[in-house]
Nanobody, 120 residues
Framework: QVQVVESGGGLVQAGGSLGLSCAAS????????MGWYRQAPGKQRELVATITTGGYTNYADSVKGRFTISRDNAKNTVYLQMNSLKPEDAGVYYC??????????????WGRGTQVTVSS
């Protein structure tokens, strides 16, 4: 059974930093692209950053230069380091991972999310 579990959310003051991590687990996993998305109250879920197994990264314009995504392929874990946080960065942060389902294809699995609150 595949699981994607986030950790590391919390409360931080504006201008501060916070790190998130997300691990995909299951037997004989083949994990491709992993990413972070976020959803603020009343808004749609939006892309924050993605990273391929080769380390190619993609960021939303709103977080470029402040957030850094990285991964440990051996641990099937992706990280998000968030610096210079702004109140508008607050929301539930979701991790996803494209994982090969044996005999089928890659499917996108989502975590349940972790809350990030930024106080002004």
């Amino acid at each position: 059974q595949v699981q994607v579990v986030e950790s590391g959310g919390g409360l931080v003051q504006a201008g501060g930093s916070l790190g998130l991590s997300c691990a995909a687990s299951g037997s004989s996993l083949s994990v491709s692209t992993m990413g972070w998305y976020r959803q603020a109250p009343g808004k749609q879920r939006e892309l924050v950053a993605t990273i391929t197994t080769g380390g190619y990264t993609n960021y939303a314009d709103s977080v470029k230069g402040r957030f850094t995504i990285s991964r440990d392929n051996a641990k099937n874990t992706v990280y998000l380091q968030m610096n210079s946080l702004k109140p508008e960065d607050a929301g539930v942060y979701y991790c996803n991972a494209d994982i090969m389902v044996p005999g089928k294809s890659y499917y996108t699995f989502w975590g349940r999310g972790t809350q990030v609150t930024v106080s002004s």
